[in-house]
């Protein structure tokens, strides 16, 4: 209904040269961003983004502090509020949550400004440290509306949900990956996350140009995180792990035999090629050598019959071409503690299939 509207705008500016200006404003859905550049709309329109071009984080600054001031002056508890309330890093940090969107700011400012409950308290359970005591007081129902209302339109929920999951957990570890690294990685064609990710355009972000993943609201993590909130939608940080464990173990796996095609070659690999490579194609493989351990590490007991398969299956005459640190040093760094890590889940098995290991 929406493209038929925008069709029938555009023919009759095409048609009759009507002297009016039509303003829209939506997300920038997948289905609209199309009939915007097919047909006559091309010629007819032009676009406003609104972006950090018109510093929206000081007008939601503004807007947060007018707000806060005006609870102050009128709320029934506010003899309560102390003069400073709400200190200063608390506005920074509800102005970063909002991403340059007022949808975040204006929710926030609502659940704190109920006449029904003391200002503080609410605006300590929007920061988290306290969480509603009833569904009904859950302070971001409009903004989970909205999120529950993007991701039902996704067709790829668990691939989605499990690249957003990786993103969200591995960004304070290693840099971010590229769209072409992370198809890699998650075992994808060319071109599978810009149409997994289409629906979302609106709060996930991929161009041509800057081509990574790019969040555009700070609360869709934390919205993804809470299972309160996003509910079928909620990512398990423990499946994560588990998901990513397998894919560092089939990667170092298909690493050592692009390497180290001979089972009786002994080298020790620096990844200093891999590093240097201009067509970027090493990042997955990298990343699969620093992390294995540390998702091998989070991976959660119900799952440690599969991480045994995987330990099983895993030929350890090739630990210097699964590991990688920084260019120029030992891969073999890392050896001794993925080791002891190993024997201290399947020391049984362990022993079982490398009776000799413990005196090398």
């Known amino acids: 209904m929406q493209c038929t ?5 555009s023919r009759l500016f095409c048609d009759y040269h009507l002297p009016l200006l039509v303003f829209i404003a939506s997300r920038p859905e997948r289905h609209l961003t199309h009939s915007f550049s097919t047909g006559f709309l091309p010629e007819f329109h032009s676009t406003l983004a609104l972006d950090d071009t018109y510093k929206p984080d000081d007008d939601i600054r503004l807007f947060l502090a007018d707000n806060f001031r005006q609870v102050k002056a009128t709320h029934p508890m506010r003899c309560y509020l102390d003069h400073s309330w709400p200190l200063d890093d608390i506005l920074e940090t509800l102005v970063e949550k909002s991403s340059g969107q007022f949808i975040y700011a204006s929710t926030v400012i609502k659940y704190v400004s109920s006449i029904r409950h003391r200002p503080a308290d609410r605006l300590n359970i929007v920061l988290g440290p306290r969480p509603p005591r009833h569904v009904r007081e859950m302070p971001f129902g409009q903004l989970d509306s909205l999120y529950m209302h ?35 990685f998650f075992l994808l064609n060319r071109g599978d996350i810009e149409m997994l990710f289409g629906d979302l355009s609106s709060v996930i972000t991929i161009s041509n140009v800057d081509p990574f993943i790019h969040i555009l609201h700070a609360s869709l993590g934390d919205f993804l995180l809470d299972a309160a909130r996003s509910k079928e939608f909620y ?4 499946s994560i792990h588990t998901a990513c464990m397998h894919l560092c173990f089939q990667h170092n796996k298909q ?17 200093i090629d891999l590093a240097s490579d201009e067509d970027g194609g090493c990042s997955h493989f990298i990343y699969a050598g620093c992390n294995l351990i540390w998702h091998c590490e989070n991976t959660p ?30 891969l073999l760094v890392y050896v001794p503690r993925f080791l ?20 090398t």
Not at 163 to 172: E, K, M, V
Not at 345 to 352: S, T, Y
């Open 340 to 359: 002891q890590f190993i024997k201290a889940l399947v020391r049984p098995i362990f022993l079982l299939a490398y009776p000799n290991i413990l005196n």
């Open 5 to 9: 509207i925008l069709e029938v705008i």
């Open 301 to 330: 007991p119900s799952a440690y019959s599969q991480l045994q398969e995987e330990i099983r299956d895993f030929s350890f005459h090739r630990p210097d071409s699964c590991f990688k640190t920084s260019p120029g040093r030992s």
């Open 150 to 184: 993007l991701f039902a339109s996704v067709e790829d929920k668990g691939m989605v949900l499990l690249i957003l999951g990786f993103q969200l957990l591995s960004s304070s570890r290693y840099p971010q990956m590229d769209t072409k690294e992370l198809e890699h």
């Open 235 to 238: 990512i398990e940080v423990s």
């Open 255 to 271: 690493s050592m035999s692009t390497y180290f095609p001979s089972k009786d070659t002994v080298i020790y690999l620096h990844f």
